[in-house]
């Protein structure tokens, strides 16, 4: 077990701060905003002049909310204010019936089956990855750069068979850079109640930018419907959800409807692939024994044929324990609908309860070693009863992230070509510090140093 050095985790605020003082914390970073007792806590109550929120660490509460009964406690509203621009209203912000229709829709292009079909379109990406890095070997590179390129690769190359390369497809990839450095995580309807009616407040960079992403998600997506109008559409993502009627009501996405979802693959798929990614290759830089271990798995076993994920079992332990320590969405909020008792305390209608899979995760009653860096765990006892009560970097239950098996496939397999390839080190630039915009991020960039390994 990787004890000796500590993976970093941000500073929690020591005392009690006032609201106007919270909301700016929060704004800068959702993570050391909170105090440290949430690690501990079963629950834990916030109060604002508004509403009340309830964060759960309570395995039984957590399953309560997301598996038995998820149609009472739908998705507030309040955190996805700000991507509303942007995701309209696609499957990561719906609720109810048209929630249910999306999922209908776009679920069986995910399953087993159809990962098989899109492995080879990962698999290149993951090749030209480490073609790229090829101009960096022997320098320090920023490490979630290249991520975030591979990562959006990997979308364009499932979903519309186009590489990052292709014309509309690096300038989606360049204006999805500007929306994330644009966009605050929340917009002022996260504190203050608003009606539908009111309009909200943007920036002008975020506007102009989440306009610009619609703009040219529209452009590929009528390019494809005029292909499947012709009969010569490629097989992949895109032409199997907008050809998929929806078997109860028999309906299909309409243009703006499945704008809507692709947005939602890119920021999804794109920001939070990018991030573990890149929190991966840090841990196998702090961690050289685990990198090796990685490296000869993947050289003895790594192949295009996609039965060798399969075999990739140190790898999968490795990506599963960094989505454990840095899952890319820290927190999830739910709404209830109607008046609970949760540990003898009244839950009054329309309160926030917040789902954070970054305190459940290193929950101290919970986890064994909850800090650490373990990928040894998930064989244990302790991680086992973990894993299935107190982990959920993809959320759980019908609301599950639709892509979480093939988060795990590109995961594991980028991973393990770019560790074939490659010796990833530390620099010597600061310990990265995580903080949470979108996605769990590094503050100042992960910056590790590229060479190439001289394989047998």
């Not at 990962?122 to 073609?131: F, L, T």
């Not at 022997?138 to 979903?159: M, Y």
């Not at 309009?199 to 703009?215: H, N, V």
């Not at 009969?231 to 895109?238: I, Q, Y």
Request: proline share 7%; net charge positive.
């Amino acid at each position: 077990m990787s004890e000796q050095i500590q993976p970093p985790k941000p500073k929690s605020r020591s005392s009690k701060v006032r609201l106007r003082q919270y909301v700016k914390l929060f704004r800068a970073d959702i993570l050391s905003a909170q105090p440290a007792r949430l690690y501990r806590a079963w629950m834990a109550e916030f109060r604002t002049p508004f509403f009340r929120s309830y964060l759960i660490n309570q395995p039984e509460l957590v399953k309560t909310v997301l598996k038995e009964r998820p149609d009472d406690f739908p998705k507030s509203g309040r955190i996805s204010e700000g991507l509303r621009p942007l995701l309209g209203n696609g499957v990561f912000v719906s609720n109810g019936e048209t929630w249910k229709r999306q999922r209908r829709i776009i679920d069986p292009a995910f399953e087993g089956g159809r990962l098989r079909e899109t492995y080879p379109a990962m698999w290149d990406a993951a090749e030209a990855v480490v073609q790229r890095l090829e101009a960096f070997d022997g320098q320090k590179v920023e490490i979630e750069e290249h991520t975030s390129h591979t990562a959006a690769d990997v979308i364009c190359r499932t979903l519309f068979s186009i590489p990052i390369e292709h014309e509309i497809a690096t300038e989606v990839f360049q204006e999805f850079r500007a929306y994330q450095r644009s966009q605050p995580l929340l917009n002022i309807a996260a504190f203050i109640p608003m009606p539908r009616w009111m309009p909200r407040y943007f920036r002008r960079e975020t506007r102009r930018a989440a306009a610009k992403i619609r703009g040219l998600i529209t452009e590929l997506t009528t390019q494809r419907m005029a292909q499947i109008e012709a009969g010569t559409a490629p097989d992949d993502l895109a032409t199997n959800i907008m050809t998929r009627a929806d078997p109860v009501t028999d309906e299909r996405f309409t243009t703006e409807e499945m704008v809507d979802q692709v947005a939602i693959f890119f920021l999804a798929g794109h920001e939070t692939s990018a991030s573990a990614l890149a929190w991966a290759l840090y841990l196998m830089a702090l961690y050289p024994e685990w990198q090796e271990k990685v490296a000869n798995e993947a050289i003895d076993g790594l192949s295009a044929e996609f039965s060798s994920i399969s075999k990739l079992r140190v790898s999968r332990d490795v990506f599963r324990e960094t989505l454990r320590l840095y899952p890319p969405v820290p927190m999830m909020v739910r709404q209830n609908t109607c008046p609970e008792e949760f540990r003898e305390r009244d839950i009054k209608k329309g309160s926030q309860i917040v789902l954070s899979p970054w305190h459940l995760h290193r929950h101290e009653r919970l986890w064994d070693n909850p800090d650490c860096f373990d990928p040894t765990r998930y064989a244990t006892e302790n991680g086992k009863t973990c894993m299935r009560d107190a982990y959920i970097p993809f959320s759980a239950g019908s609301r599950v992230c639709t892509g979480a098996g093939f988060a795990m496939v590109e995961g594991v397999l980028i991973l393990s070509m770019i560790l074939k390839h490659y010796r990833v080190s530390l620099t010597d630039r600061p310990t990265p510090e995580p903080v949470a915009h979108l996605t769990v991020r590094s503050k100042d960039g992960i910056y590790l140093k590229v060479e190439r390994r001289k394989l047998p």
